[in-house]
């Protein structure tokens, strides 16, 4: 299956003049893969397109719950962020995969905790239930990292609901003086992050829902749901938006129909 990077323009008032153009590539779902050998592909796509930063939407890795692991488990995603944490300045939002490994503690030779020091020594900034402002201070753009309870993902009939309000327990209010970007792993609840304030949601886990059918989209999402409504790209409500990857790699079911691995380029635009 191919590689393809899927750009998107983000336009809003609330984009500072100063960061119009400001370029963001968004990398989820790499679930310890490689694109092309040693993930080669990938970099000299991102080295060709000259972003500003990367946005990391979660499940770089694959967490092998109950197995021994060592630091070859996760040796693409460690490997893959230390070299583009040479060049880029990185924000690592957690997955449902990172936050297994973090509780975790048991059948481990390499711990998460190590992975997130190696990483936040190279400069990596890791993003779970904390916010960052891109660009100029004052004049930037915000971004928040959700981490979600395990139970959030929960699958088959049984999904919780998730509202602002617990949104707002766990990574404190939404800024309404900058835009705000949501780093929410699962696009399950785009109705909650948009009452929590989120002027754009970037979002992952579905994997485009696997399968794709022509005029029908996305065949199942990692909920075990057939035909997800948030599979694949933009979604609206209102002056709420959220962009959702299809991902870069695999697990569990190696399967990827009509569904090549994508890395998004956000171009911000200011919005007179």
Same mark, same amino acid.
């Given at each position: 299956?191919?590689?393809?990077?899927?750009?998107?323009?983000?336009?809003?008032?609330?984009?500072?003049?100063?960061?119009? =153009?400001?370029?963001?590539?968004?990398?989820?779902?790499?679930?310890?893969?490689?694109?092309?050998? $040693?993930?080669?592909?990938?970099?000299?796509?991102?080295?060709? $397109?000259?972003?500003?930063?990367?946005?990391?939407? =979660?499940?770089?890795?694959? $967490?092998?719950?109950?197995?021994?692991?060592?630091?070859?488990?996760?040796?693409?995603?460690?490997?893959?962020?230390?070299?583009?944490?040479?060049?880029?300045?990185?924000?690592?939002?957690?997955?449902?995969?990172?936050?297994?490994?973090?509780? $975790?503690? *048991?059948?481990?030779?390499?711990?998460?905790?190590?992975?997130?020091?190696?990483?936040?020594?190279?400069?990596?900034?890791?993003? *779970?239930?904390?916010?960052?402002?891109?660009?100029?201070?004052?004049?930037?753009?915000?971004?928040?990292?959700?981490?979600?309870?395990?139970?959030?993902?929960?699958?088959?009939?049984?999904?919780?609901?998730?509202?602002?309000?617990?949104?707002?327990?766990?990574?404190?209010?939404?800024?309404?003086?900058?835009?705000?970007?949501?780093?929410?792993?699962?696009?399950?609840?785009?109705?909650?992050?948009? *009452?929590? =304030?989120? *002027?754009?949601?970037?979002?992952?886990?579905?994997?485009?829902?696997?399968?794709?059918?022509?005029?029908? =989209?996305?065949?199942?999402?990692?909920?075990?749901?057939?035909?997800?409504?948030?599979?694949?790209?933009?979604?609206?409500?209102?002056?709420?938006?959220?962009?959702?990857?299809?991902?870069?790699?695999?697990?569990?079911?190696?399967?990827?129909?009509?569904?090549?691995?994508?890395?998004?380029?956000?171009?911000?635009?200011?919005?007179?």
């Amino acid at each position: 299956m191919g590689f393809k990077v899927v750009p998107y323009i983000v336009e809003s008032e609330k984009i500072p003049e100063n960061m119009d =153009g400001y370029r963001m590539a968004v990398l989820a779902d790499l679930h310890d893969c490689a694109v092309g050998k $040693e993930n080669q592909r990938l970099l000299s796509a991102l080295r060709q $397109e000259q972003p500003d930063g990367l946005l990391v939407a =979660g499940d770089m890795i694959t $967490e092998h719950m109950g197995r021994l692991s060592s630091w070859l488990a996760y040796r693409q995603a460690r490997a893959l962020l230390l070299e583009l944490a040479q060049d880029f300045p990185v924000y690592y939002a957690m997955g449902n995969h990172e936050t297994r490994w973090k509780k $975790e503690r *048991d059948g481990h030779t390499y711990t998460f905790e190590r992975y997130r020091r190696e990483l936040e020594a190279a400069g990596v900034v890791f993003l *779970d239930n904390l916010s960052a402002v891109l660009g100029n201070g004052r004049q930037g753009i915000r971004v928040t990292g959700l981490e979600l309870p395990l139970l959030y993902y929960r699958k088959g009939l049984r999904i919780p609901k998730l509202t602002g309000a617990a949104i707002r327990k766990l990574a404190g209010p939404a800024d309404e003086e900058h835009f705000q970007i949501l780093l929410a792993h699962t696009p399950q609840f785009f109705q909650a992050y948009a *009452d929590w =304030g989120a *002027d754009l949601v970037l979002a992952g886990h579905f994997h485009g829902g696997l399968i794709r059918l022509p005029l029908v =989209g996305g065949l199942v999402s990692t909920y075990y749901r057939p035909f997800p409504r948030y599979d694949r790209g933009r979604f609206q409500k209102g002056e709420r938006q959220m962009i959702v990857s299809a991902g870069l790699g695999t697990h569990t079911i190696p399967l990827r129909l009509n569904n090549p691995p994508e890395l998004l380029m956000l171009t911000f635009r200011h919005r007179g």
